[in-house]
């Protein structure tokens, strides 16, 4: 099916290019297919893009690889002759302290989480600068800013990501491109389902990650892609240059222990 044929005429979205990177699964899956059931005609960009949702253009690139990020995004967005909104999702998680990982592990998960979001970007924005409002979303993630346990590698990536983030949107707001990043908490997605079946006692891990929220449970993936969509939207032409958090209160709320 072409993505066209999916797109009601009065959609305020029809006319919308986006691309979403790590669109197979969890939170990349839940923004295609919100963006596409808004009427966008939506890339789903991915290493393995079998399972991107219905509708979408699937595009499969490995965003280690910059030859094959900008073949795929130029195949995508040619037609168009634009991208209208990026959502620069990829990537990997990676559990252990400091003294954990090898250097290529440190090198790997640097590479996909931060580079990947830069070869993506620097392929994207030939085709955003042809767009009249265009924005772009990067998936930071809580542990950027919350000092987590057994996250060392993957927070510096995430903080690295968002500081990434906020330099990019200084060096585009002039030109009329928005950039922020959305971090979002503990997000029920394949990611976090990997982590809980490795651990010892996986039905107490997950107690442990709805508990980490104060709302007392994890993030859905739809609520992030919510929250995408909003950042994504033209009319909130004076969002750039932040973060929103998606988080159950994680990084703002103290409450008093209930024992
Ligand atoms: N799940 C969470 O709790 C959580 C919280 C905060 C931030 N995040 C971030 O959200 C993003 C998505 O996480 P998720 O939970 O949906 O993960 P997920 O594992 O369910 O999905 C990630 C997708 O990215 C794709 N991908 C991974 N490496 C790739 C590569 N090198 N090239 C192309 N595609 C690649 C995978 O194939 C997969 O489809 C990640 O950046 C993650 O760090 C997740």
Redesign the pocket.
Known sequence: MKAEETRSPSSPWRETIALV??????????VAALFKDEGMVVGA????PG?VPEGCVPLC????EPEAVKTAIAAFAEPYGRLDVLVN?????FVGTVEDGTEEDWQRVID??LC?QMRVLRASLPWLRKSVAASVVM?????ALNGLPQRAL?SAS?GAVEALSHAVAADLVREGIRVNS???????????E?IIARAADPEAKRREFAQRQPTGK??E?GE?ARAALFLADPRNASLTGTTLAVDGGMGSLRLPRED
């Open positions: 990177t790590g669109a197979a699964s969890g939170i990349g899956h839940a960009l991915d290493r393995d399972e690139a490995d965003v280690r999702n990829a990537g990997i998680s996909i989480n990947g998936m930071s993630s809580c542990s993957y995430k959305l971090s979002p908490g503990t997000v029920r997605t394949p990611f976090m990997r994890m993030v993936p992030v």
